[in-house]
């Protein structure tokens, strides 16, 4: 019993030291800066539009979510993921292929915050920072696997 118990805190400690390099890595610490950026970004956009100038959360959390993701291409592009290349196909690839993944996101986002601000009656900013949580996971899985897997 007590080597059964030594070998389970053995493969926890072991799950620990791999996720703890895994998110120490360059990629993952430049991913997570920008992404707080972006995610900076979506929510500074959406408060500014919902809040200030009194849009509908549909239109604002829309128009936040097309800066952020213009944002986050060009940082996920150049310093995440260091895809450097600008020729036409590839650029062109990735772009739409960015893109499409994150409309993936935004049927998340939307579906999130009309679930967090319609249904649950949450107040706007914690409902959008609550959804952005998850859609950054996303994008991050998307981006990684899809997006930018190849060396440019």
């Keep these: 019993m007590a080597y059964m118990v030594m070998e389970a805190v053995a493969r926890v400690k072991e799950t620990i030291k791999k996720l703890w390099r ?5 990629e993952m610490i430049s991913y997570l800066v920008f992404g707080v950026l972006t995610t900076v970004v979506n929510i500074a956009v959406f408060s500014l539009c919902h ?6 959360w549909e239109l604002s959390n829309l128009l936040a979510w097309l800066l952020a993701v213009v944002f986050a291409f060009f940082t996920n592009k ?8 600008f020729r036409l196909r590839l650029f062109l690839w990735e772009l739409i292929s960015f893109f499409g993944a994150r409309l993936l996101s935004l049927g998340v986002d939307m579906a999130g915050m009309w679930l967090l601000l319609d249904v649950a009656g949450l107040p706007s900013l914690a409902a959008k920072i609550a959804v952005n949580v998850l859609v ?6 998307l981006s990684k696997l899809v997006i930018f897997h190849q060396k440019k």
Excluded: D, H, Q
């Design 78 to 85: 150049l310093f995440v993921f260091r895809s450097k290349s």
């Design 136 to 141: 950054v996971i996303i994008n991050y899985i």
């Design 51 to 56: 809040e200030a100038l009194g849009w509908g």
């Design 22 to 26: 895994f998110c120490t890595t360059p």
